[in-house]
């Protein structure tokens, strides 16, 4: 465009400002203009009145001068907006609980799909904070050990250095358990254990000090050095600026602080965000008692990469596979069949992948849901409002107004519901995400979502309040005028019966059969969890503690570790209310739980890495009378099964059935973890449980004494016959009492099943509370409906009335007419629930998908408020006095 | 209908200049006298369409306007060329030279070549 041209149509924007006066200006100009020409007139011999026609003749009016002028000033488009605007916002304010109802029911939905939409762009959309986030892919291990997909060191090694034509560079880090002590304060956490080029690859610098490097990172034991976060470094250290040079307790080690990554780097995964960084070198001195740097097996590495410019990730995955067959001809008995994939990172190597899509997934589909029930509660608010204008209209219509007119307007209006929704919804999202974040859930990961509003929530948030505005608001306003004129005109409504307008009907339909859908599901988590309380867990978690340490972490030894073990066992056996206490290394239900190969005796199978799996734990004598398992034979361990005696196990009843069918287990011996370790006999039998999660079906189990397997990662059970709320503190001074720097946790044994059961939990409340929303929405709109349709009928009433009608036919005629969209709604929402909660099958612990009591219930909810929504229009119908009626024309 | 109108515009807008060139500072009533009188009565225009034209010149800053006393000392609102205003009128006229040349041409009587 010309520049003279630009610079014309921003005088004619800002011209839409300060109108009064410029108009007044023109007044003004053209009574000059005319007095000038009367007076040019005059003196030409005209008569005044002659001279003053004459002038405004040739002026060609002043209305059609000022018209024209007006037009070359402005913008007439965007002014007529304006005028829609305002005349919108005008008739808003006339209704104000139509207004409030609106913007709530909207700003809900809109609030809600924005702070699930803040997931899914932290979770997919918002790239990993380092530089060039989009070579960075992450190397999955298909056969990882114990599903995990990670690498060890020997193999990151080899992979690093025989990919140097696609990668630029692998790196690699694992999340290590830490006890962290400074200024006399002890803290479990967690941190990365990082490869010395980490930082180097991802090309991120320290907002303080510096970060590691290849040179902290050669000597095995030899870099006694970490780099803090920027979140722990406020924590931990107050944000103090001379931070470097200062030390930390860690694992019982001192370690000096070398540096402070910037606000904003949470490392390489989205869920997990360490709070301290240390070189792969120290591995050793960070997991005490457990070197695994030269070990092939050993495989607890996550490796990342940067690409090569120009190097597609299928290329790279190829390269890479070639490689893992060289690994496996070089090393079969490590590297059978490991494959490897690259997928983008941030997933714990795409391991949480499927689940973090499943869960997002899940909760968009619900939250639009939610929406779309608003949008059509108020097409059907905003189609009734229309119906009130259907004269108005009609007469604009016939006077010539363009349809496409008169449909703008009414859309203007909508469009300022969608906007303050939006904005209203913006505000809601920002408190739900502040809520979110702070609500930590019940798991020991170092969970940590970084959820905020960028700009990407921002468009998100804009475009879905403008699609609703423009969704529902475009239909009422195109149904509204398509008017009938002639019947309209005369007022008359264009049936004398209800207006059976099928769409309307349809919309309740729709309503109800959503909001059923959802708290169907709502219900059915909710009956699951009842189920889960009664469910066969193998263990009683009621009147129990639990108390986690892990003495490796604080640079026990194996003889300290016993000692200690021993002695606070003794402690707590004397601790008044206790009836039985005993230490496992790892309690029921824990996602932890791990499966190792066992070698029955008699059954050896060709190939070790063939060997079958039975869930594995140790613990010491009286841990399945403290957890409350019962024993089925034989007997439990005792003090006698120590180091020196035959190495023994206790086996469930599942692992007993299933190796030896038919036998008597006890005496019978195996193997487990490898060939070369020693045969265990098995002593007893405990009844079967759930070990890693409530769903999984009956897992063969072993069980080692702790005497003869040692570990210092241990949990100790309690059983009391008092409040086990009293005994927590009491435990946990126990503890402090023995080794006052040793962190440990202690909590009721109850507190366990909150993390498997935490999907049913947030599902429950989730469907729950949009189910409830959902419903509201439906009786809104019901409610809406059933009194439009009510006040459109006075008159008809009022005939009935008369003619001898009686108050309670009235009243049933109106609420059947009210309630049949509503029972279709149901029936179909009853036949959609059927479908899609099979789905959820596996989050309901046994609970049919059908489960009779949830659906008959939620319809009769549903009914029954549908109902009421419908009564209170229908008492006034039959109210309605028919002499009024008659009159109110 | 749009079409003729634009060149009515430009056309008006070409004749204001020029007037303002010739005259200096004057009202619309003025111009519009004005230009009436140059054409010798041949056109007759509605004075009221003079007043978008002059807007239209102004948003584009060819012209200013400003409020004064007109010769019978009544106010009236005066409007002045200013330099880009000068600047497209020399423009416009040498277009305006070149269009009506080649017009000339073509109603010329032919001329045997």
Same mark, same amino acid.
């Given at each position: ?11 004619? &924007? ?81 209704? =104000? ?32 904070? &380092? ?71 991802? %090309? ?33 250290? %107050?944000?103090? =600026? ?39 070198? @120290? ?29 597609? =990730? ?96 009414? @859309? ?12 209203? %919804? ?98 059915? @988590? ?105 024993? &089925? ?39 487990? %973890? ?80 909150? @993390? ?116 209170? =229009? ?9 002499? &009024? ?5 | ?113």
């Amino acid at each position: 465009m010309h520049v003279r041209q630009v610079r014309a149509w921003f005088v004619r &924007v800002s011209s839409l400002f300060g109108r009064a006066r410029r108009e007044r200006e023109l007044a003004e100009e053209l009574e000059s203009h005319i007095q000038m020409h009367v007076e040019d007139n005059l003196r030409a011999g005209m008569s005044l009145e002659e001279a003053r026609r004459q002038a405004l003749v040739k002026l060609g009016g002043v209305a059609q001068t000022t018209e024209a002028w007006r037009r070359q000033r402005g913008l007439p488009l965007i002014e007529t907006l304006v005028n829609d605007f305002r005349y919108g916002l005008r008739r808003l304010t006339k209704s =104000p609980a139509f207004t409030f109802i609106a913007v709530l029911s909207l700003a809900l939905g809109i609030g809600a799909n924005t702070a699930i939409f803040s997931l899914v762009n932290t979770a997919f959309l918002r790239p990993l904070p &380092v530089e060039r986030p989009e070579q960075i892919v992450s190397v999955t291990n298909t056969a990882g050990s114990r599903g995990f997909p990670a690498f060890s060191y020997p193999n990151f090694k080899d992979f690093r250095e025989r990919s140097r034509d696609v990668f630029e560079d692998l790196y690699a880090y694992r999340f290590s358990p830490l006890n962290v002590s400074h200024d006399g304060t002890s803290e479990r956490l967690w941190g990365y254990v990082v490869t010395g080029n980490y930082f180097e690859v991802l %090309g991120v610098k320290a907002a303080i000090g510096r970060t590691l490097t290849p040179d902290d990172d050669r000597l095995p034991g030899g870099h006694p050095v970490t780099v803090l976060s920027y979140e722990g470094w406020r924590r931990r250290f %107050g944000g103090d =600026p001379a931070v470097v040079g200062k030390s930390l307790i860690v694992n019982g080690r001192s370690f000096t602080v070398v540096g402070v990554m910037p606000q904003g780097f949470y490392g390489t995964e989205i869920i997990a965000a360490p709070e301290l960084w240390f070189p792969v070198a @120290m591995q050793a001195e960070i997991e005490v008692g457990n070197s695994w740097l030269d070990k092939r097996r050993v495989e607890n590495l996550l490796i990342q990469g940067r690409l090569k410019p120009g190097i597609s =990730p299928e290329q790279a995955q190829m390269t890479l596979n070639a490689i893992a067959l060289q690994l496996e001809r070089e090393f079969p008995e490590d590297n059978e069949g490991k494959r490897v994939i690259l997928s983008s990172p941030g997933f714990i190597s795409g391991m949480m992948r499927g689940a973090v899509i499943g869960f997002t997934g899940l909760l968009m589909v619900v939250v639009a849901f939610v929406l779309l029930l608003a949008c059509i509660n108020l097409a059907n608010l905003l189609l009734a409002r229309a119906a009130e204008r259907r004269r108005e209209i009609a007469v604009r219509l016939a006077l010539g107004a363009s349809r496409f007119r008169l449909v703008q307007q009414l @859309m203007a209006e909508s469009m300022l519901l969608a906007v303050a929704s939006g904005a209203c %919804g913006l505000l809601l999202a920002y408190w739900l995400i502040d809520l979110a974040v702070r609500l930590k859930p019940p798991v020991d990961v170092p969970l940590a979502i970084n959820l905020h509003l960028d700009y990407r929530v921002m468009v998100f948030t804009c475009a879905v309040s403008l699609a609703t505005g423009l969704l529902f608001g475009l239909l009422p306003a195109w149904q509204a005028t398509k008017v009938d004129l002639l019947p309209a005109l005369k007022d008359e409504s264009s049936s004398g019966v209800l207006q059976r307008s099928w769409w309307k009907s349809g919309l309740i339909v729709l309503q109800v059969a959503l909001s059923l859908v959802l708290l169907v599901g709502g219900g059915l @988590m909710l009956r699951a969890l009842q189920r889960a309380q009664s469910l066969d867990l193998g263990f009683n978690p009621k009147n129990a503690v639990e108390v986690s340490f892990d003495l490796r972490l604080q640079g026990y030894e194996q003889a300290r570790g016993r000692e200690f073990q021993k002695r606070l066992l003794e402690r707590v056996r004397a601790l008044p209310g206790v009836q039985h206490a005993g230490f496992v290394d790892l309690a029921p239900v824990d996602l932890h739980f791990s499966r190792d190969s066992v070698f029955i005796e008699g059954q050896m199978p060709e190939r070790e890495s063939r060997a079958p799996r039975a869930m594995v734990s140790r613990a010491s004598h009286g841990y399945f009378q403290a957890l409350g398992t019962r024993l &089925v034979q034989g007997r439990d361990f005792t003090e006698r099964d120590d180091e020196k005696s035959q190495p023994v196990a206790i086996v469930n009843e599942t692992f007993a059935r299933h190796f030896w069918p038919g036998e008597d287990p006890l005496g019978k011996r195996f193997r487990q %973890g490898g060939t070369e370790m020693p045969l265990l006999e098995v002593v007893g039998v405990v009844e079967d449980g759930k070990y890693a999660g409530l769903n999984e079906a009956p897992q063969p189990y072993v069980v080692r004494p702790l005497a003869q397997a040692y570990t210092g990662a241990n949990t100790l059970i309690i059983r009391t016959d008092r409040d086990p709320r009293e005994l927590l503190a009491t435990v946990r001074n126990e503890v402090r009492l023995l080794d006052p720097h040793l962190p440990s946790s202690a909590k009721l044994l109850e507190e366990r099943l909150a @993390m498997p059961l935490l999907p049913v939990r947030v599902a429950a409340s989730l469907l729950g509370s949009f189910g409830l929303l959902a419903l509201a929405l439906a009786a809104i709109g019901i409610y809406g409906i059933m009194s439009y349709a009510v006040s459109r009928r006075t008159r008809e009433i009022g005939i009935r009335m008369a003619l001898g009608a009686q108050a309670s036919h009235v009243l049933r005629l109106t609420i059947r007419q009210g309630m049949a969209p509503v029972l279709f709604g149901v029936a179909i929402g009853l036949a959609a629930a059927l479908g899609l909660t099979r789905l959820a099958k596996n989050l309901l612990f046994g609970v049919s998908a059908a489960d009779p009591l949830t659906y008959v219930g939620v319809a009769a909810l549903l009914t029954g408020v549908a109902l009421l929504a419908c009564y209170v =229009p229908a008492r006034r119908a039959s109210k309605v006095d028919p002499l &009024v009626a008659l009159r109110n024309e | 209908m749009s079409d003729k109108a634009d060149v009515w515009q430009g056309t008006l807008a070409l004749m204001v200049l020029k007037t303002l060139e010739a005259l200096g500072p004057l009202h619309g009533y003025g111009i519009a006298r004005r230009i009436e009188q140059t054409s010798g009565g041949l056109l007759s225009i509605n004075y009221g369409t003079l007043y978008p034209a002059l807007l239209k010149l102004e948003q584009e800053g060819y012209i200013s306007s400003e409020w004064g006393a007109s010769d019978n000392n009544r106010k009236a609102k005066f409007y002045k060329l200013t330099r880009a205003g000068r600047k497209q009128l020399t423009k416009e006229t040498r277009e305006w030279e070149r269009t009506t040349a080649i017009l000339a041409r073509f109603f010329a009587p032919l001329e045997e070549s």
